[in-house]
Nanobody, 115 residues
Framework: QVQLVESGGGLVQAGGSLRLSCAAS????????INWYRETPGKQREFVAA???????NYGDSVKGRFTISRDNAKNTVYLQMNNLKAEDTAVYYC?????????WGQGTQVTVSS
């Protein structure tokens, strides 16, 4: 079992920054890749970024150059630094991982960007 808890969401003006955190607990030794996804009403959940245990990263096209994902394995925490935020970044952001072929999701954190 893995538990994921997101934090750091909030309201920010366009052009501003936020840093999201995702804290993992439970069977964390089995975790390799941790992902961030986001979801807005009426739209499919969108891939944002991913980081492996070894530090390899991958980003969705819409956030490349603005968002940075990082990981502290000692703290079992993944961070998503979001810069130059745009109104279209408004969404609920979810942390996701897979452990022993089971998908786990956090409860989500709301990010609202005002234009």
């Amino acid at each position: 079992q893995v538990q994921l808890v997101e934090s750091g969401g909030g309201l920010v003006q366009a052009g501003g920054s936020l840093r999201l955190s995702c804290a993992a607990s439970g069977s964390t030794v089995s975790i390799d890749v941790i992902n961030w996804y986001r979801e807005t009403p009426g739209k499919q959940r969108e891939f944002v970024a991913a980081v492996s245990r070894g530090g390899s990263t991958n980003y969705g096209d819409s956030v490349k150059g603005r968002f940075t994902i990082s990981r502290d394995n000692a703290k079992n925490t993944v961070y998503l630094q979001m810069n130059n935020l745009k109104a279209e970044d408004t969404a609920v952001y979810y942390c996701n991982t897979k452990s022993w072929s089971v998908n786990y999701w956090g409860q989500g954190t709301q990010v609202t960007v005002s234009s």
